[in-house]
C-alpha cells in the first residue's frame, strides 16, 4: 500500500466517521480534509488517485471523471482559502453551494462533462470561469486601465 493510498484511506475514514454513506457531503468533507492537511495541487493527486483506485476496486472503473474529480478540488481548495475555522460543518454551513452535486453545471455545458476528454483529463470550463479565475481577469483588467 502506497503512502498516497493511505493518507486517502485515513481521510476516508474521518469523512464518514459520522455517516455509514459516502454520499456527496462525505465527498465534500474528504475534499476539504485534503485540501487543508496537503494543499490544494497535492489535494487534486491524492483525491483522484483515491477515487479512481475505489472505483477500480469496486469494478466499476467507468465512473472515475479526472474533470468532475480536479474541479471539486480545485472548487473546495478555493473556498477553503478563504476559510480559518477547523470544523468542516461550519465551512459546509458558509458554503453551501458546494454541498449542491449540480455545482459545475454552472460552469460546464452537460455535454462537455459527458465527453470522454473530460473523464480521461483536465478539461477547463466552457460556460463560466471558476472564481479565481474570474478575479485574476477582473485584476489584469484593473491594471490595464
Known sequence: MTEQSTDFGALMAEATAASEKFGHREHVHLTWLAVRRFGTPAA????????????????APQKYHAT????WVELVGHHAA???????????DQHPALLDKRLLTRFYRPATL?????????V????????????RRQARETQAH
Open 124 to 135: 477547463e470550463p466552457d460556460l463560466a470561469p471558476f472564481p479565481w479565475e474570474a478575479d
Open 44 to 59: 487534486v493527486g491524492l483525491v483522484s488517485d483515491g477515487i479512481r483506485r475505489t472505483a477500480r476496486y469496486a469494478g
Open 82 to 92: 478563504e476559510h480559518d475555522g477547523d470544523d468542516f460543518t461550519t465551512f459546509a
Open 68 to 71: 468532475v474529480s480536479r474541479a
Open 114 to 122: 459527458a465527453g470522454p476528454q473530460a473523464k480521461a483529463g483536465w
